[in-house]
């Protein structure tokens, strides 16, 4: 089969399209034919090795212990290990795994949920990391609740656009920033407000907001503490757009130190992929009551230009890498 491997850490021109072993399941997993994939800020640091504690989390000081990159994956059941309980052969799933920039990947099926019908595949493989984020960011660490007023920061990028729309799904007042290219999109996916960045700096307005995310993270937590109401919660998501992993690693212990000072809280995280919120989000897709926004499409082969074109943090929603078969008709 084809796949991206790198066996060098580096820029996108380490990675290559190759031909590489079927993979088999193990008892716990299931194989799966890969329709579509999706990128994540999350990638480019597997590929760089940087900030170089992600060489101490994913294994492989000197060079990568695992030659496959790709986390989002959508596609079809070819194969169940034996010990496989809840999806069969010919299913449509969406979830997480590793090296899914591949024609076959297998994964556990603790991180897979049924696609619904009514998505392509496209769609469902640009949820899994970039909606799972937004919806514990909110949900769990936000504790957000009906009626609150939340503020999306960075509303255009991938985990941002989620969380706009799962955060009116939970029934609050949303507000989006974003530039000015993007306020038209961020209303058109349920955002209440919109502020242009380039003309307001929000922490500056006098607006109090319950509950902040900073998808993209540009401005300091201090600023971020000052546009919080009273018991307000501002939470961190990912290491993409302005803020690197390493940065939000180091936030992390800072905005706990901050959290002990009065009643405003200060957190960030990184999300952990399980079937039970994959399943929550499943029927919110079904619903429509989150709509996965795509900017732009590439195919298996074009993975490095993918992943060039989200490290330069212009990208609108998601990128997704489109999987084509040789016997597909």
Request: aromatic content about 8%.
């Amino acid at each position: 089969m084809r796949a991206i491997i790198y066996t060098e850490y580096g820029s996108p021109d380490v990675l290559q399209f190759t031909e590489v072993a079927k993979p088999t399941p193990k008892d716990d997993e299931v194989l799966i034919r890969i329709r579509a994939a999706s990128v994540n800020p999350l990638d480019w640091h597997f590929m760089r090795g940087e900030p170089f504690i992600v060489r101490l989390m994913i294994g492989g000081l000197l060079k990568p212990k695992t030659k496959r990159l790709g986390v989002d994956v959508a596609g079809q059941v070819e194969a169940t290990g034996r010990n496989v309980k809840q999806f069969k052969p010919g299913d449509e799933v969406f979830g997480a795994c590793r090296g899914a920039f591949a024609e076959y990947v297998c994964a556990t099926e603790e991180k897979l949920a049924l696609k619904p019908a009514n998505i392509s595949f496209e769609d469902a493989a640009a949820v899994p990391v970039a909606a799972t984020t937004a919806l514990q960011g909110l949900r769990d660490k936000g504790r957000i609740q009906r009626g609150h007023k939340v503020l999306v920061d960075g509303a255009s990028g991938g985990v941002g656009a989620f969380a706009v729309q799962i955060a009116k799904s939970f029934g609050a007042e949303v507000t989006a920033v974003c530039s000015t290219k993007n306020v038209d999109t961020a209303r058109s996916i349920g955002a209440d407000h919109a502020i242009d960045y380039t003309r307001e700096d929000f922490t500056q307005s006098g607006h109090r907001y319950d509950l902040i995310m900073g998808a993209n993270a540009y401005h300091s937590i201090f600023d971020y503490r000052r546009a919080l109401s009273q018991d307000g919660i501002y939470v961190g998501a990912g290491g993409g757009g302005g803020q690197s992993l390493q940065g939000m690693l180091l936030g992390m212990l800072l905005q706990s130190s901050l959290s002990l000072i009065g009643s405003k809280k200060m957190c960030g995280f990184i999300a952990k992929l399980n079937k039970k919120d994959l399943d929550f989000l499943k029927d919110l897709l079904a619903a429509g009551n989150i709509v996965p926004f795509i900017d732009r499409r590439y195919p298996l082969s074009d993975v490095a230009q993918a992943i060039r074109y989200l490290e330069e943090g212009h990208a609108r929603g998601k990128v997704v890498i489109t999987v084509e078969h040789s016997n597909d008709t």
